[in-house]
T-cell receptor
């Protein structure tokens, strides 16, 4: 079992819709969780971090964490073509390692 | 803004060559990381360092070594490059070890022939 799992996609949504990206992790001791966005040919950039159960909102982005289910999600409201990218879920594990999922490719159709 | 600079964007090397990938960060971060990124496999941690002269193995350290002589510089070394080390290499830094808030360099695409 991979430590951090994501559906590789591609996930295709129309412009203006809500995109929902999901991630599960295996280490119950993990304390911090992150979403990175990676445009084609570019390096990852941090867009959201979440440390406690519940929702965290930042503009059009909402991160959701459920530690009991070992589940993290990212919602993108009012999706725009510029949101088309690969979204990487990352988990900071015991021992200070940050482990990434393989990423979900998102396409937002104009 | 944090700046993480990788010395080479593109490299082409031959099998058996020794390869150095250099990374410098300008924000006085304690922690630095080397990942490789391959299609379908995502980012995999090779080595990380949480202090000068300290290093820890990540998930795929075989065939690699690292050097951190100064706080701002973290080097990845391929002692004898092999074709299966053809990949995108990403350096990152973070202020604290207990967080995954990483700042990445632009990446170094290495091709080993």
């Amino acid at each position: 079992q991979k430590e951090v799992e994501q559906n590789s996609g591609p996930l295709s949504v129309p412009e203006g819709a809500i995109a929902s990206l999901n991630c599960t992790y295996s280490d119950r001791g993990s304390q911090s969780f992150f979403w990175y966005r990676q445009y084609s040919g570019k390096s990852p950039e941090l867009i959201m971090s979440i440390y406690s159960n519940g929702d965290k909102e930042d503009g059009r982005f909402t991160a959701q964490l459920n530690k009991a289910s070992q589940y993290v999600s990212l919602l993108i409201r009012d999706s725009q073509p510029s949101d088309s990218a690969t979204y990487l879920c990352a988990v900071n594990m015991i021992g200070f390692k940050t482990i990434f999922g393989a990423g979900t490719r998102l396409f937002v159709k104009a | 803004d944090v700046k993480v600079t990788q010395s080479s964007r593109y490299l082409v090397k031959r099998t058996g060559e020794k390869v150095f990938l250099e990374c410098v960060q300008d924000m006085d971060h304690e922690n630095m990381f080397w990942y490789r990124q391959d299609p379908g496999l995502g980012l995999r941690l090779i080595y990380f360092s949480y202090d000068v002269k300290m290093k820890e193995k990540g998930d795929i350290p075989e065939g690699y070594s690292v050097s951190r002589e100064k706080k701002e510089r973290f080097s990845l070394i391929l002692e004898s490059a092999s074709t299966n080390q053809t990949s995108m290499y990403l350096c990152a830094s973070s202020l604290r070890p207990d967080t995954g808030e990483l700042f990445f360099g632009e990446g170094s695409r290495l091709t080993v022939l």
